[in-house]
């Protein structure tokens, strides 16, 4: 079993609706959960942190933890062209400085 | 703006030479991370420092692969000798640690073919 789960997609949603990205953990002991953006060809950009159970907005991305299931998730509302990237998942446990990253789920968006 | 930056961004060798990547980290962030992206494996973890000392290299093939921070504002990753397996985009990235160490930023990649 992988650390960090994802199911790799494509996702594909229609321009303006709702994509829901998922991500599972097994390392009970994590702490830290993060997404990065990945455009094809370019570097990894962190778009959100969570550190704690419930949901965390910012503008239009919403990240949701359940430690207790070992689940963390993003919505991105009002889905555009140009968020249609890799999204990755990343994990961090304890008190160690290392992030464990899931494959990446591919979204698309389509006009 | 502060960014990382990384050279070569590409590098074409052939099996068993030396290839040598270099990072300079954001100003200021004081752990620096050294990533090997490929399509099989994904986003692996080679090794890291803080404060220019290495913290964890586990991730590195130790007979090929060597990490060092001559200052600050230099992370060297080193192989040799390399190996067709080694292509990869190399990616360095720069962060405040330990308590913001999961916030990272990185640099653009340095796209690594070993022939």
């Known amino acids: 079993q992988k650390e960090v789960e994802q199911n790799s997609g494509p996702l594909s949603v229609p321009e303006g609706a709702i994509a829901s990205l998922n991500c599972t953990y097994s390392d009970r002991g994590s702490q830290s959960f993060f997404w990065y953006r990945q455009y094809s060809g370019k570097s990894p950009e962190l778009i959100m942190s969570i550190y704690s159970n419930g949901d965390k907005e910012d503008g239009r991305f919403t990240a949701q933890l359940n430690k207790a299931s070992q689940y963390v998730s993003l919505l991105i509302r009002d889905s555009q062209p140009s968020d249609s990237a890799t999204y990755l998942c990343a994990v961090k446990a304890g008190t160690a400085s290392k992030l464990t990253f899931g494959t990446g789920t591919r979204l698309q968006v389509t006009l | 703006d502060a960014r990382v930056t990384q050279t070569p961004r590409h590098k074409v060798t052939e099996m068993g030479q030396e290839v040598t990547m270099r990072c300079q980290p954001i100003l200021g962030h004081n752990t620096v991370f050294w990533y090997r992206q490929t399509m099989m494996q994904g986003l692996e973890l080679l090794a890291y420092f803080r404060n220019r000392a290495p913290l964890d290299d586990s991730g590195m093939p130790k007979d090929r692969f060597s990490a060092e921070m001559p200052d600050a504002t230099l992370a060297t990753l080193k192989i040799q000798p390399s190996e067709p397996r080694d292509s990869a985009v190399y990616f360095c990235?720069?962060?405040?640690?330990?308590?913001?160490?999961?916030?990272?930023?990185f640099g653009p990649g340095t796209r690594l073919t070993v022939t």
């Open positions: 990235a720069s962060g405040l640690g330990p308590s913001k160490a999961g916030e990272q930023y």
